[in-house]
T-cell receptor, first 112, second 112 residues
Framework: GAGVSQSPSNKVTEKGKDVELRCDPI?????LYWYRQSLGQGLEFLIY????????KSGLPSDRFSAERTGGSVSTLTIQRTQQEDSAVYLC??????????FGPGTRLTVL | QQPVQSPQAVILREGEDAVINCSSS?????VHWYRQKHGEAPVFLMI?????EQKGHDKISASFNEKKQQSSLYLTASQLSYSGTYFC?????????????FGTGTQLKVEL
């Protein structure tokens, strides 16, 4: 595809349920990033992948959050036992090396 | 540690100039600048690498003072299309690779 895609675009879930958010980076991009943006707030770094490995997981807010990347391409961010404070827009970005990051449109997660 | 941006918000008349500052308490490898319009994903503006370089395109330019660990974004002869939230992202090199930490953003509104 031409850009980074994310699915679903919107997700409404009940507190306590698990959710999976998917990111398809630009083909050939080696680095992939997950960020979280709460309403009116800045971008909060969650995790970074170089290839399939995650050298930096320091941003994951709790052990309910996990992410994986397979085949150096698609990544999935999983949130277990969702809480209301998890409600936010989750943004994925990819880049080739240490260059410009291209952002996807985001997944808006609402936890009721 | 999150970089500090100033000002938090600014309103301009079309044609006026603005400066947005970004300061870090850590030694930086690079500074990235992004603009985000309401409801959209952030879009890349430019990257500045250590070495005190200055970059620009069109009427938007930026400088990076490595010693002061600061970067400034200059918007000259502002246009309505410049409205949005501007984020700086500061990059430090870690043993595991690079990581961008974004500031809280500067809201810019350009009016007629």
């Amino acid at each position: 595809g031409a850009g980074v895609s994310q699915s679903p675009s919107n997700k409404v879930t009940e507190k306590g349920k698990d959710v999976e958010l998917r990111c398809d980076p630009i083909s050939g991009h080696t680095a992939l990033y997950w960020y979280r943006q709460s309403l009116g707030q800045g971008l909060e770094f969650l995790i970074y992948f170089q290839g399939n490995s995650a050298p930096d997981k320091s941003g994951l807010p709790s052990d309910r959050f996990s992410a994986e990347r397979t085949g150096g391409s698609v990544s999935t961010l999983t949130i277990q036992r969702t809480q209301q404070e998890d409600s936010a827009v989750y943004l994925c970005a990819s880049s080739y090396g240490y260059n410009e990051q291209f952002f996807g449109p985001g997944t808006r997660l609402t936890v009721l | 540690q999150q970089p500090v941006q100033s000002p938090q918000a600014v309103i301009l008349r079309e044609g006026e100039d603005a400066v947005i500052n970004c300061s870090s308490s850590k030694a930086l490898y690079s500074v990235h600048w992004y603009r985000q319009k309401h409801g959209e994903a952030p879009v890349f503006l430019m990257i500045l690498l250590k070495g005190g370089e200055q970059k620009g395109h069109d009427k938007i330019s930026a400088s990076f003072n490595e010693k002061k660990q600061q970067s400034s974004l200059y918007l000259t002869a502002s246009q309505l299309s410049y409205s949005g939230t501007y984020f700086c992202g500061t990059e430090i090199l870690t043993g595991g690779g690079n990581k961008l930490t974004f500031g809280t953003g500067t809201q810019l509104k350009v009016e007629l």
